[in-house]
């Protein structure tokens, strides 16, 4: 797959409709900064997850009991990579 990503883009410089979309709190901080990702959109999820299902490994975590919350495992992993304010930590 294809994708151009986009890294420390100033959310003055968005469009206003990529403005629109974004956290109010985020496009009425001075300076804020966001990563920016274009490529092309997948199937409807359903046909994604069909195409995958009959993979044996398709679900092979579902029982794991520290990834019910999937976002917060994903935050607590990457969050030694990256400070507060969403730059890199390269220390």
Not at 2 to 17: D, F, G, K, T, Y
Not at 37 to 48: F, L, Y
Not at 70 to 81: F, N, T
């Amino acid at each position: 797959m294809n994708a151009v990503v986009l890294e420390h883009v100033s959310v003055a410089e968005l469009p206003q409709a990529w403005r629109d979309r974004l956290d109010p709190a985020l496009t009425d901080s001075a300076g804020a900064r966001v990563t920016v990702r274009i490529e092309a959109e997948h199937a409807a999820v359903g046909q994604a997850a069909a195409e995958f299902a009959d993979d044996p490994l398709f679900g092979m975590w579902r029982d794991r009991e520290d990834m019910a919350d999937v976002a917060g495992y994903v935050r607590r992993l990457r969050a030694p990579r990256f400070d507060a304010d969403g730059s890199r930590n390269d220390s």
